[in-house]
């Protein structure tokens, strides 16, 4: 048996997300998120994904290829406890894994054929950075992927919107009208560290190519500014 494997990635996705920070911390948390996954001129093959068409969502295999560590700890601080409890590492989904791979279950929208890409998948509530490699591809079957007798443990309900959202107008009009329910989606969620609460400090993230920088007090969170990303 080989000790190692070797893999490549077989596409990548492209999202609203120009970094880390703002990306919802697992998939089908904002529905409204929309992404593209483009395949490697390698595996631009449409019979690749002959029936895919039928499944209304897919499992996306990937690699967190912007947070590779040099070794790994058993132990990680999740999010959902607010980076103040330890769980083991097998029993989160972080990052920080003796592998760096992750697991999204996400909608298709469709199976499309393009002019530049070739054959793409356009999906829904992905949590991916844009860029990120995808390695795999498998279809999410709902009679065995979804079992009603399952536990969740610490994390048994799913994250809720914590904050209310005030966009003032003036800025609300830059956002492209099909990305503001997917923005506003993603900053209810409230995107900061668990572990800062400063009202006066500001945050800012890229969206769909625009900074968008907030501050939160209490349970509101105000966009104070939305402009073109740098490039």
């Not at 999740?78 to 989904?93: K, S, Y």
């Not at 972080?94 to 791979?101: A, D, E, G, M, Y």
């Not at 443990?153 to 956002?175: Q, W």
Request: net charge negative; charged share 20%.
């Amino acid at each position: 048996m080989a000790d190692t494997f070797s893999m490549r990635p077989i596409a990548r996705i492209h999202s609203e997300f120009g970094s880390k920070f703002g990306v919802p911390r697992q998939s089908g948390l904002v529905e409204a998120l929309s992404a593209t996954v483009v395949f490697e001129p390698e595996f631009r093959n449409p019979d690749a994904l002959r029936g895919l068409e039928g499944f209304s969502h897919i499992w996306l295999i990937w690699a967190f290829d912007q947070s590779l560590r040099q070794g790994w700890s058993p132990t990680v601080r999740p999010p959902r406890l607010g980076g103040n409890a330890r769980m083991g590492v097998f029993a989160t989904r972080s990052p920080f894994r003796p592998n760096p791979i992750g697991l999204s279950c996400v909608a298709l929208e469709a199976v499309e054929t393009t002019a530049h890409d070739g054959t793409v998948l356009r999906v829904r509530g992905a949590d991916l950075m844009d860029g990120t490699p995808i390695l795999d591809i498998k279809p999410y079957l709902p009679y065995g992927d979804c079992r009603s007798e399952a536990t969740g443990g610490f994390a048994s309900a799913p994250a809720a919107p914590a904050l209310t959202v005030d966009i003032p107008p003036h800025l609300l009009e830059l956002v492209p009208p099909e990305r503001r329910e997917a923005l506003t989606g993603v900053l209810a969620l409230d995107p900061r560290p668990h572990y800062q609460d400063d009202p006066e400090r500001v945050y800012g993230f890229v969206f769909a190519g625009l900074e968008v920088r907030f501050s939160v007090a209490g349970d509101r969170l105000t966009v104070r500014e939305i402009g073109p990303a740098a490039p």
